[in-house]
C-alpha cells in the first residue's frame, strides 16, 4: 500500500511511524515535512484524496489540527485515534482513510499498534449507507 506521510514537525516519532510503516511493506511519500499544521493535514488529504496514495499517516502536537486540515479536503476522513481499538473501529465503521496522530502523548510503541489496526482493518460494506449521509 502507498502511504502518504506529514507533519507539522521534525520529531522522533515521524521517523519512527515512517520506519514502522516499511517495515510493514508499506511504500512511503512523506508530502509535508516541518510544514506548518493546516498545510501538513491538507497536502497528505490531497494525496489520499487524489490517488497518490492509498491511506495516509499525519501528525502534529496534539494530532487536532492536521485532522481538522485534513478533513477539510473532500474525500478524506480522518480520525485521531490514541490506541488500536479506535484505529480499528476507524477503519470498520467510518472507512477513514487518513490517520492522525498526535507527537505529545504517542509513544512508539502505541503508534505501531495504530498504524497494524488501521492498515490491518477493511471497511464494512455494511456501514455504505450510513457513510453516505456525509455528503448531505
Same mark, same amino acid.
Given at each position: 500500500?502507498?502511504?502518504?506521510?506529514?507533519?507539522?514537525?521534525?520529531?522522533?516519532?515521524?521517523?519512527?511511524?515512517?520506519?514502522?510503516?516499511?517495515?510493514?511493506?508499506?511504500?512511503?511519500?512523506?508530502?509535508? /515535512?516541518?510544514?506548518?499544521?493546516?498545510?501538513?493535514? &491538507?497536502?497528505?488529504?490531497? #494525496? *489520499? =484524496? @487524489?490517488?497518490?496514495?492509498?491511506?495516509?499517516?499525519?501528525?502534529?502536537?496534539?494530532?487536532?489540527?492536521?485532522?481538522?486540515?485534513?478533513n477539510k479536503v473532500a474525500?478524506?476522513?480522518?480520525?485521531?485515534?490514541?490506541?488500536?481499538?479506535?484505529?480499528?473501529?476507524?477503519?470498520?465503521?467510518? /472507512?477513514?482513510?487518513?490517520?492522525?496522530?498526535?507527537? &505529545?502523548?504517542?509513544?512508539? #510503541? *502505541? =503508534? @505501531?499498534?495504530?498504524?497494524?489496526?488501521?492498515?490491518?482493518?477493511?471497511?464494512?460494506?455494511?456501514?455504505?449507507e450510513t457513510l453516505g449521509?456525509?455528503?448531505?
Amino acid at each position: 500500500m502507498r502511504i502518504a506521510l506529514g507533519s507539522d514537525e521534525a520529531a522522533p516519532l515521524v521517523d519512527e511511524v515512517g520506519l514502522r510503516l516499511k517495515e510493514m511493506g508499506h511504500e512511503v511519500v512523506v508530502v509535508a /515535512d516541518g510544514q506548518p499544521w493546516p498545510d501538513a493535514g &491538507r497536502r497528505v488529504g490531497e #494525496a *489520499v =484524496a @487524489g490517488g497518490e496514495a492509498d491511506r495516509g499517516v499525519v501528525c502534529c502536537w496534539t494530532g487536532t489540527g492536521v485532522t481538522i486540515a485534513a478533513n477539510k479536503v473532500a474525500g478524506v476522513r480522518a480520525a485521531l485515534c490514541t490506541d488500536a481499538e479506535t484505529a480499528r473501529g476507524a477503519r470498520r465503521w467510518n /472507512d477513514a482513510n487518513v490517520v492522525a496522530l498526535g507527537l &505529545r502523548l504517542t509513544s512508539a #510503541a *502505541v =503508534a @505501531g499498534e495504530v498504524l497494524a489496526a488501521f492498515l490491518g482493518t477493511d471497511a464494512d460494506p455494511g456501514e455504505a449507507e450510513t457513510l453516505g449521509r456525509l455528503a448531505r
